[in-house]
């Protein structure tokens, strides 16, 4: 399972094609609120409630949020969904964003929520069902459905400044964490207007 989830941190540190190849060590996400920033330095409290300290690295992309409906995915659309299994053994979202083309197609544990899968896909269908919407996805030749009721966060990423890490935003970042502790990141995902990063 934590081989998994570690692969899982890889392939999402993907999310842009702009990002710089990442350091050795092991993959971590790291999301809570930003505490301080002091140049290139990030603290953030996690939400574990650690206080950590990142680096980001020279010209690291800084991303924000848009907020999107269910009727922005259509057919072809290339998504990421992070569902949990309901109690009709269906996957539920929890979230959904959309993904550059560049990101691999994959369907695997995640860390968001104890259980929780993260799924990579093309978007097949799009039906109505009774207590939401049903996604037909396809990931590798596999064919794969989730349920998209009005509780699903749905958003789009979109160009962000370092201007936009404040203290008391909230932030995800895809992180690398050294031996020696030393957490460094070639990107970060930060709120702004309101719209925190869900994934």
């Known amino acids: 399972m934590r081989k998994a989830m570690l692969a899982a941190a890889m392939v999402l540190a993907l ?4 990002f710089a190849q990442a350091p050795q060590g092991t993959p971590v996400n790291v999301r809570g609120k930003i505490v301080k920033v002091s140049g290139q330095m990030l603290t953030v409290k996690t939400r574990e409630g650690q206080t950590v300290t990142i680096t980001l690295a020279p010209n690291a992309p800084v991303r924000t949020l848009v907020r999107k409906k269910l009727s922005d995915i259509h057919d072809g659309d290339y998504i990421a969904s992070t569902s949990m299994h309901g109690k009709d053994g ?6 959904i964003h959309f993904l550059p083309p560049v990101v691999p197609e994959l369907q ?4 968001l929520h104890p259980d929780s899968v993260m799924t990579n896909a ?9 207590g939401g919407t049903d996604l037909s996805l396809t990931y590798k030749g596999t064919a794969t459905d989730i349920v998209v009721d009005p509780k699903t966060v749905i958003v789009a990423f979109a160009d962000g400044a370092m201007s936009d890490l404040k203290p008391g935003k909230a932030v995800m970042l ?3 964490k050294a031996a020696d502790g030393a957490i460094t990141a070639n990107n970060v995902t930060v709120e702004k207007n309101g719209v ?4």
């Open 122 to 130: 093309h978007v097949s269908g799009v039906a109505k069902m009774k």
């Open 174 to 176: 895809r992180a690398t």
């Open 15 to 18: 999310m842009a094609p702009s």
């Open 90 to 95: 269906k996957l539920h979202a929890l979230e």
């Open 196 to 199: 925190k990063p869900p994934m």
């Open 108 to 111: 695997m544990p995640y860390d």
